[in-house]
């Protein structure tokens, strides 16, 4: 019954901010001991991991991206947040957040929709 959904305006213009929340239901944000992931695919490219945020509040980045990257949560509605700033064409792609798997490096069982994030002034 594991269910990610994921919020937030697709369309960005280059310098902004991407801005994304998943709302996590059927599981504990601060429970699950594998901890929850942003991933995001350019188009044509594979999936590239941007960060983790585990059951205990602590975040680890992508160290390409984690000048531009924030990763938040908010326990009281069970959600975690995406922001990425200065943003260039080259961020556009599908973003997902994802469950990660309990004891795996880049394993993730569940997902949410994704949202089509497209950079264009």
């Known amino acids: 019954q594991v269910q990610l959904r994921q919020s937030g305006p697709g369309l960005v213009k280059p310098s902004q901010t991407v801005s994304l929340t998943c709302t996590i239901t059927?599981?504990?944000?601060?429970?699950?001991?594998?901890?929850w992931a942003w991933i995001r695919q350019p188009p044509g490219k594979s999936l590239e991991w941007v960060g983790n945020?585990?059951?205990?509040?602590?975040?680890y980045y992508n160290p390409s991206l984690k000048s531009r990257t924030s990763i938040s949560r908010d326990v009281s509605k069970n959600q975690i947040t995406l922001q990425l700033t200065s943003v260039t064409q080259e961020d556009t792609g599908v973003y997902y957040c994802?469950?990660?798997?309990?004891?795996?490096?880049?394993?993730?069982?569940?997902w949410g929709q994704g949202i089509q994030v497209t950079v264009s002034s």
């Open positions: 059927g599981d504990d944000i601060t429970v699950h001991p594998g901890g």
């Open positions: 994802a469950r990660n798997v309990k004891g795996w490096y880049a394993q993730y069982d569940y």
């Open positions: 945020v585990y059951r205990d509040g602590s975040i």
